[in-house]
C-alpha cells in the first residue's frame, strides 16, 4: 500500500533530513511514526502528500512511484489522501458545512452529492448539528473533529495525520484517537505523527521511530 525504498531528502542549507528510510505499510494498517522534534516527521508526512519530493530512494503509494509522478496527476493522488494537522488549517470565515465540503467542491461534485457525502461525514465525527456553525464557535476538540471529517470526505486510502491531539488534552485526545481506528477498522490505512509518548504506550499499534532521519525502529511489519 505505502512504501519507503531507500528514502533520503536533503536540504541546501540544512542537509539530510531523512536518511535510507525503509519501511512499509499495508492496507487497513496503523501506525505511529515518532521521533524528536526535527527528526524528520513532518518532511516524511510532506513526501508522501508529494507536498516534497525525495532526493533518493523510492516511494510507492498504491502502486504509483511517488518519485515520478507528474506534476498534473498529483491532485489525482492527493484524492486518496486524508491530511490532518495540528493547527486545523479551518477556514474561519466559512460554516462547518463548506470547510468539510471544500474537498469536494474542487474536484467538482454537485450540490446533491456534496451535502449527502458532508452530512455523512459529520455524522461519523459526531457533529451533524453543528454543520451552521462557524469554527472559532466550536472547541479544540470539535475542530480537530472538523479537520478529520475534511480529511475523509473523499474516502481516502491513507490517513496522515501531523500530531493531531498536540493541542489537545488526555480525554479529547482519546476521542480522536477512538475516530481513527473506526476507520483503520474499515480498511483505512492511518499513519500518525506524535511524540505524545503516553498516547503511543496505551495503544498497541506499531511504532516507527526516527532519530536523526534515520529510521531506528519500527521499520519490519
Not at 505511529?32 to 510507492?60: D, N, P
Not at 479537520?147 to 491513507?158: D, E, M, Q, S, Y
Not at 500530531?163 to 499513519?191: A, H, K, N, R, W
Amino acid at each position: 500500500m505505502l512504501i519507503f525504498d531507500k528514502v533520503c531528502k536533503r536540504y541546501p542549507d540544512t542537509g539530510d533530513v531523512l536518511l535510507d528510510v525503509s519501511f512499509e505499510l499495508h492496507q487497513g494498517e496503523m501506525a505511529f511514526l515518532t521521533g524528536h522534534s526535527g527528526a524528520g516527521k513532518s518532511t516524511l508526512l510532506k513526501l508522501i502528500a508529494i507536498i516534497e519530493r525525495c532526493t533518493r530512494g523510492q516511494i510507492f503509494l498504491n502502486g504509483h512511484n511517488l518519485h515520478h509522478i507528474e506534476e498534473r496527476y498529483i491532485p489525482f493522488v492527493r484524492r486518496k489522501l486524508g491530511l490532518i494537522f495540528q493547527d486545523y488549517k479551518l477556514l474561519t470565515d466559512r460554516t462547518v458545512f463548506d470547510n468539510v465540503a471544500l474537498p469536494l467542491v474542487i474536484s467538482g461534485y454537485g450540490h446533491q452529492e456534496i451535502g449527502r457525502r458532508v452530512r455523512a461525514s459529520l455524522d461519523k465525527v459526531g457533529l451533524l448539528t453543528k454543520e451552521k456553525k462557524y469554527p472559532l464557535a466550536l472547541s479544540a476538540g470539535e475542530q480537530q473533529r472538523i479537520g478529520i471529517a475534511r480529511a475523509v470526505i473523499n474516502k481516502p486510502t491513507l490517513i496522515l495525520a501531523d500530531e493531531p491531539t498536540g493541542s489537545l488534552d488526555p480525554e479529547l485526545s482519546s476521542e480522536v484517537m477512538i475516530l481513527f481506528e473506526q476507520f483503520q477498522q474499515v480498511g483505512v490505512t492511518v499513519l500518525i505523527a506524535t511524540h505524545d509518548i503516553n498516547l503511543i504506550t496505551r495503544m498497541d499499534y506499531r511504532v516507527l521511530s526516527l532519530q536523526n532521519g534515520s529510521l531506528i525502529s519500527g521499520g519490519i511489519a
